[in-house]
């Protein structure tokens, strides 16, 4: 079992920034895609950001130019940069583990980011 924890959430205004992390408990962090999910009320969860074990990224358009997705295998840490945030963006975060050798999906319990003036 993997656990995964995000931190980083919270509350700002729009144009602001906001990092997210997300830490997962595995031996083997290089063998897992990395992703960040978002739901906001009354939605379905959506994919926001995914990275892969050596760095290739890819974005939902509403976040491009905007998110930044990163990861350190020595930390087993994936991180959110999170710029320009727009009250759109106003969501639970939830970090994603998925195992590229069992294709299992760990979840993190998701942290609360709120844009608003």
């Known amino acids: 079992q993997v656990q995964v924890v995000e931190s980083g959430g919270g509350s700002v205004q729009p144009g602001g920034s906001l990092r997210l992390s997300c830490a997962a408990s595995?031996?083997?962090?290089?063998?897992?895609?990395m992703n960040w999910y978002r739901q906001a009320p009354g939605k379905q969860r959506e994919l926001v950001a995914g990275?892969?074990?050596?760095?290739?990224?890819n974005y939902a358009d509403s976040v491009k130019g905007r998110f930044t997705i990163s990861r350190d295998n020595a930390k087993n840490t994936v991180y959110l940069q999170m710029n320009s945030l727009k009250p759109e963006d106003t969501a639970v975060y939830y970090c994603?583990?998925?195992?590229?050798?069992?294709?299992?999906?760990?979840w993190g319990q998701g942290t609360q980011v709120t844009v608003s003036s």
């Open positions: 994603n583990a998925h195992s590229v050798l069992t294709s299992r999906d760990f």
């Open positions: 595995t031996n083997i962090f290089s063998a897992y895609v």
């Open positions: 990275i892969g074990s050596i760095g290739s990224a």
